[in-house]
């Protein structure tokens, strides 16, 4: 008995010390919030007329899909210890380059296609560029990676010639309008992604390999890790759903907004990789926790406009959002808390190393 | 060793960075000297401290600015536009446009605030500051020879007066504004409240931030929808992009914009105007970009040394129905 309750100790433990944890307990506690505000809050209508579910919990579904893209592929890059700084100018210029393209095209379903095939392939050279600044060059990811979040936003102005584009097609804009047995297309995508790319990672030794260029690149290419190659690639797939995210975000109004679309948004994907327990010292990951990050943002934005908080006063709230979380996951903090239990070695240890 | 070589190649293209830096600046000293030089007679330098890609509007009236200051006309242009509406790198340009020593600086400021100290070494160097549009703030006259401007109190008012106009048994309006903080914000808002805040029977359910942003408005509104039971009836869009967001949003929530919610923007660009004829927005005030000939005319008089108002106000028209809107497109410059 008596060991059956000591393993179901250590496993609330390691619940509670799981950060991803914290992240589900911050989406909770902000809906219950607007569950206090609005009774009705956590409704899921169908309307049968469109088929079609519609409510604040599918909005705020539609809203994470383009972050959810940026923090998974932030998650790969973070966890070889680098960081990717360009995604948000990587969206503009994904957006840019399709309402440019599909401006000039007839609103067809293979023009649309091929546009997404363009968009998408300029973005993942763009990532490629930083891939090979950091790897081949040997740069340092903040720098290469700043350098191309300058330069993507001045390539998206150079594409639409300073202007916002605006362009018509159904097929473009059903990615992220449109419905399939009444869920948002666009979640549909950015779930089935994140499920391919976690596949890829964990189902194969790829994780562990950027985890260990993470940790120690030298220790990870005398144990046969190729770490060029993989850097390389790692940078590619961020510009890829970088590219993804942009056209995500600019589908959903047809308008590219030179700007405006994705920018800073590459500290929401950092926040929401930080949210789901990856370090930013590298060495390891958890996508998983990057998609909670991501759903915890979408759901700190919608919440801010639920509640009819002031423009003025938003950045303050989703900043005391963001400290508490933070201080929740930190385990001093929690000890301090405990105030029976002494401060254990242990804790101490993990406390630091998070 | 790899790492000695690594440092080495490092330094090298930092310092192929910092020549190809200094040859610009390099290049602009001289094109300065020799525009400075013939300041006097022929040649005019203006530098412009200019917002950068904005939206349609903005678009426009930087356009009309360049189009008016040509070399034909006798001036030579410098065109700075900000990075991503940032107010630092704007401080940065107009303090190397005080340094280069300009004739006179066009100054279209991100923000209000903030803008004593830089417009102070302008006047210490005897350059002419004339504000394009944006007002700063505090308001204080004597740091710059005039403001030309649309007058953003008089085209929200507009705005409002249409409100209590076309709704005269009430409704419920929502704001969406711009950045916080902004003058061009507090200036349409007040102009809106002074007006509508006397007609009780408009009742404000919110206002929040979109940035200037269809694609935030759009999320913004389609959340405020939910939070009020689709029950708003006007939304004040302080910019032409965020009106057109919000009427995206509308249609999605099953909604027809133009007869569930009437949506009223400020701007007059071209698709709001399209979007007018459509229905899709109810009403739009115009805030006329196209003032480069009365720009010209101001900076020929400063530099002449004549007297001008400190505040010129450019007329702005106002499209209360997809007729004025139909009739309006085809002349559309913007």
């Keep these: ?354 | 060793m790899r790492s000695t070589a690594r440092v080495a190649r490092a330094f090298a293209v930092a310092g192929a960075l910092t020549l190809g830096l200094a040859a610009c600046g390099g290049g602009d000293d001289d094109t300065s000297t020799s525009g400075g030089d013939g300041g006097g007679d022929d040649v005019v330098t203006v530098g412009f401290v200019a917002v950068g890609p904005e939206g349609g509007w903005r678009q426009a009236n930087e356009a009309n600015v360049q189009d008016t200051f040509t070399e034909e006309a006798g001036f030579e242009l410098k065109y700075a536009p900000a990075t991503n509406l940032d107010q630092r790198s704007q401080i940065d340009a107009f303090t190397s446009f005080v340094d280069e020593g300009v004739d006179v600086i066009l100054l279209s400021a991100t923000e209000g605030a903030g803008w004593e100290d830089s417009l102070r070494r302008a006047q210490e160097a005897e350059i002419p500051v004339i504000l394009v549009d944006r007002g700063i703030e505090p308001d204080d006259t004597d740091l710059y020879v005039t403001r030309i401007a649309p007058d953003n109190y008089e085209v929200s008012t507009s705005v409002a007066e249409w409100a209590v106009s076309a709704f005269p048994d009430g409704a419920n309006y929502f704001v969406l504004e711009g950045p916080a903080g902004v003058s061009v914000v507090n200036e349409r808002n007040k102009g809106w409240d002074d007006t509508v805040g006397s007609a009780a029977n408009l009742v404000k359910i919110g206002a929040q931030t979109a940035n200037w942003s269809t694609e935030e408005a759009k999320s913004v509104f389609e959340t405020v929808l939910r939070a009020n039971n689709n029950d708003i009836q006007i939304v004040f869009a302080q910019n032409d992009e965020m009106g057109l967001g919000a009427a995206i949003a509308v249609e999605e929530a099953g909604l027809t914009p133009g007869v569930d919610v009437q949506i009223a923007t400020i701007d007059g660009t071209k698709p709001a105007l399209e979007a007018l004829s459509e229905g899709r927005l109810s009403f739009v005030a115009e805030y006329n970009p196209l003032f480069g000939e009365t720009l010209l005319e101001v900076v020929d008089k400063v530099l002449n040394g004549e007297e001008v108002e400190p505040y010129i106000i450019v007329p702005s028209e106002t499209f209360d129905s997809p007729e004025a809107a139909t009739a309006a497109l085809p002349s559309r410059k913007y």
């Design chain 1, 1 to 354: 008995m008596s060991d059956l309750a000591a393993r179901l100790a250590a496993g609330r433990g390691a619940i509670v010390r799981n950060q991803a944890f914290w992240g589900v307990i911050a989406i909770a506690a902000l809906l219950a919030i607007n569950v206090v505000a609005d009774p009705g809050y956590l409704s899921v209508g169908y309307n049968g007329e469109t088929g079609r579910l519609s409510g604040n919990l599918i909005d705020i579904l539609r809203a994470a899909a383009p972050i959810l893209m940026i923090a998974v592929g932030m998650c790969l890059v973070v966890a070889t210890g680098g960081i990717d700084l360009s995604v948000g100018s990587i969206m503009v210029v994904a957006g840019a380059v399709s309402m440019e393209l599909l401006r000039g095209m007839d609103g067809s379903a293979g023009n649309a296609a091929l546009t997404l095939a363009i968009a998408l392939g300029i973005a993942t050279a763009l990532g490629a560029v930083n891939g090979f600044l950091v790897s081949v060059v040997g740069l340092q990811p903040f720098i290469s990676t700043l350098v191309m979040m300058l330069a993507g936003r001045g390539i998206a102005k150079v594409i639409t010639g300073g202007q916002n584009t605006t362009a018509d097609n159904d097929s473009f804009a059903w990615l992220a309008n449109g419905y399939v047995v009444g869920v948002p297309v666009v979640f549909l995508l950015a779930i089935a992604i994140v499920a391919l790319v976690w596949l890829l990672v964990r189902r194969s030794a790829l994780g562990l390999m950027l985890e260990a260029i993470g940790m120690d690149s030298r220790a990870s290419r005398l144990a046969g890790v190729k770490r060029r190659s993989l850097q390389l690639t790692v940078y590619s797939v961020s510009g890829l759903l970088a590219g993804i995210a942009g056209v995500f975000a600019t589908a959903s109004v047809m308008t590219v907004d030179v700007s405006r679309t994705g920018y800073q948004l590459e500290l929401d994907a950092i926040l929401a990789v930080v949210i789901g327990g990856t370090s930013l010292a590298g060495g390891k990951f958890s996508i998983g926790g990057a998609v909670i990050g991501g759903l915890l943002i979408a759901t700190l934005d919608k919440t801010v406009v639920f509640l009819g908080i002031p423009a003025s006063a938003t950045p303050a709230f989703k900043a005391i959002v963001i400290v508490v979380l933070c201080l929740l996951q930190s385990e001093r903090v929690r000890s301090l808390f405990r105030h029976r239990r002494a401060l254990r070695a242990q804790s101490q240890k993990e406390a630091v190393a998070a």
